[in-house]
Nanobody, 127 residues
Framework: QVQVVESGGGLVQAGGSLRLSCTAS????????LGWFRQGPGKEREGVAC????????YYVDSVKERFTISRDDAKKTLYLQMNDLKPEDTAMYYC????????????????????WGQGTQVTVSS
């Protein structure tokens, strides 16, 4: 059974940092790309960043470039999202998702390519 679990959210002041973590059990991670999505109040869910587990290629949405870094720890089978210089507009529920398996792995900002999702972790940035 596949389980995707996020952690690391919280309340932080503008300009601060947080690191989100995601573990995905029940998957052969080499066959997947993992991504972070977020959904802010009254907004649609958007792709923030993703990484191909095998070759390490990444994607970032423009609004987080130079501030967020996605990375993976092969030994711990854990995905991270380091978020620096946080802004109030980064306030959202952050979701980890996995794309892969029979349908293929796509490091993409589009939700339709992702098979498995976590429950989310809340990030709140105060001004």
């Amino acid at each position: 059974q596949v389980q995707v679990v996020e952690s690391g959210g919280g309340l932080v002041q503008a300009g601060g940092s947080l690191r989100l973590s995601c573990t995905a059990s029940g998957l052969t991670l080499d066959d997947y790309a993992l991504g972070w999505f977020r959904q802010g109040p009254g907004k649609e869910r958007e792709g923030v960043a993703c990484i191909d587990w095998t070759d390490g290629s990444t994607y970032y949405v423009d609004s987080v470039k130079e501030r967020f870094t996605i990375s993976r720890d092969d030994a711990k089978k854990t995905l991270y999202l380091q978020m620096n210089d946080l802004k109030p507009e980064d306030t959202a529920m952050y979701y980890c998702a996995a794309s892969g398996g029979i349908s293929g792995a796509y490091c993409s900002q589009y939700q339709r390519f992702y098979n498995y999702w976590g429950q989310g972790t809340q990030v709140t940035v105060s001004s």
